[in-house]
């Protein structure tokens, strides 16, 4: 019965965050008395390129020094917020989806799907504000500002969400006391001795490092590659 009413909320969130990325998206393009582009081919094809490497990369995480081993960090974000960059947040927003529903099938779950459902909605965090602020003017420095301000929002929204729905919601179904996950980052930093600490020394620096990581490579590779998105 949690598991039910855990998928049930995963598909109202999902469908909720997707719909405001639809009603951003038209609303930039209203703005500019623009209708708003539908899903080519080539939009399609590309939404699914991009998604199956996003998909891969999921399978090659990174434990940090500082965290409990189940907090990894990934670079799958990279070719999702460079589609963002050149299409808008809706394809964003499909290209998240797709990228963990792949990974889904390739490895299946090891959080009973509350890691891959967070990797999702964290994901969504930063690349919706990010999107937003670089379609304003397409420049690299306007891609650097987009990149830090979706950094702080991941790191601020994906933070709250570990300390009030996450965690409490991964010892609920993967039947793991809460007092034992807050244990395995207190045995890293004895400090971290509650939900709140673990998430302030644990969660915090873990998604400014993703944020940081994604942004550099983001930066460094996004030009080479809109113009085989952009022909």
């Known amino acids: 019965m949690n598991v039910l009413i855990f998928i049930v909320q995963v598909v109202l ?24 582009p539908g899903l080519t081919t080539k939009k399609i094809t590309m939404i699914g390129l991009f998604s199956a490497v ?7 995480e990174m434990p940090m020094p500082f965290a409990p081993p189940f907090y990894k960090v ?52 930063f690349i919706i504000p990010a999107g937003i602020i670089y379609v304003q003017k397409k420049t690299k420095k306007q891609a650097i500002i987009a990149c830090v301000v979706g ?18 919601k991964f010892a609920e179904l993967y039947g793991m006391p809460i007092d034992a996950i807050v244990g395995m980052a207190t045995a890293i930093n004895p400090a971290a001795n ?15 490092v993703k ?3 994604d942004t550099f490579i983001t930066i460094l590779l996004y030009k080479k590659l809109s113009i085989i998105l952009k022909k």
Do not use: H, Q, W
Request: glycine content about 8%; hydrophobic content about 60%; overall charge positive.
């Open 74 to 125: 990934d670079i799958s974000e990279v070719p999702v917020l460079i589609l963002t960059f050149a299409y808008g947040p809706v394809s964003g927003i499909i290209c998240e989806m797709l990228k963990v529903f792949i990974k889904l099938i390739i490895k299946g779950t090891t959080t009973a799907f509350v890691g891959d459902f967070a990797n999702f909605i964290v994901g969504a965090s």
């Open 194 to 208: 509650t939900v709140n600490k673990l998430v302030l020394m644990c969660v915090v620096p873990l998604n400014l």
């Open 211 to 213: 944020g940081a990581v």
């Open 151 to 168: 950094t702080l929002v991941l790191t601020v929204f994906g933070s709250m969400l570990n300390a009030v729905y996450l965690i409490p």
């Open 13 to 36: 969130i999902v469908g909720l965050i997707a719909l405001v990325a639809y009603l951003i998206e038209k609303n930039m393009y209203a703005k500019r008395n623009m209708p708003m």
């Open 54 to 60: 996003s998909g891969v990369l999921m399978l090659f």
